[in-house]
T-cell receptor, first 113, second 110 residues
């Protein structure tokens, strides 16, 4: 247990569906991250929130919409996804963004049909 | 070309062997992370280092800033060490972000 939980662990959705991924951290951290891990590719940073403010959007398509209502919770809202968006989506947190160790959640395995 | 290169991509070892995984990077960094990812996806941070050497149990990580190179060593390897080991570098100063290598898949046979 890393102190970072993600739900659901697995998700299958059609291209016209709307769904949300949830991440929660119990570590008192102030920074939270969304990463995408596709098969045979390195982890890619998607979004960074520091003290609830988005500080990084790594050219992510608008069909992915993050939300950070407080420092402990992070959501990724999904709509009209494409099959190539199928991947493992990982959430992480750290004390603040930048040079602190990051703690990862178990990930959500997303399949878009 | 990925800015973080790991070698080897795949590694099979016999239980008890000494294992070395290498990471080279091309950007100026403020820190380097070694991460472990087990089947199923969960990632655990093993080390964060910016100079020298760190040791935790059977794991040792070293970094040479001048040569832009880091190594992760596992002594007396065990089947439970089987996982993907990922190198990630922090660039852009203290508020920077991580760039990840593709990972090294390690399989330790009993």
């Amino acid at each position: 247990e890393t102190g970072v939980t993600q739900t659901p662990r697995h998700l299958v959705m059609g291209m016209t569906n709307k769904k949300s991924l949830k991440c929660e951290q119990h570590l008192g951290h102030n920074a939270m991250y969304w990463y995408k891990q596709s098969a045979k590719k390195p982890l890619e940073l998607m979004f960074v929130y520091n003290f609830k403010e988005q500080t990084e959007n790594n050219s992510v398509p608008s069909r992915f919409s993050p939300e950070c209502p407080n420092s402990s919770h992070l959501f990724l809202h999904l709509h009209t996804l494409q099959p190539e968006d199928s991947a493992l989506y990982l959430c992480a947190s750290s004390q603040t963004s930048g040079s602190h160790e990051q703690y990862f959640g178990p990930g959500t395995r997303l399949t878009v049909t | 070309k990925n800015e973080v290169e790991q070698s080897p991509q795949n590694l099979t070892a016999q239980e008890g062997e000494f294992i070395t995984i290498n990471c080279s990077y091309s950007v100026g960094i403020s820190a380097l992370h070694w991460l472990q990812q087990h089947p199923g996806g969960g990632i655990v941070s093993l080390f964060m280092l910016s100079s020298g050497k760190k040791k935790h149990g059977r794991l040792i990580a070293t970094i040479n800033i001048q040569e832009k190179h880091s190594s992760l060593h596992i002594t007396a390897s065990h089947p439970r060490d089987s996982a993907v080991y990922i190198c990630a570098v922090l660039y852009g100063g203290s508020q920077g972000n991580l760039i990840f290598g593709k990972g090294t898949k390690l399989s330790v046979k009993p």
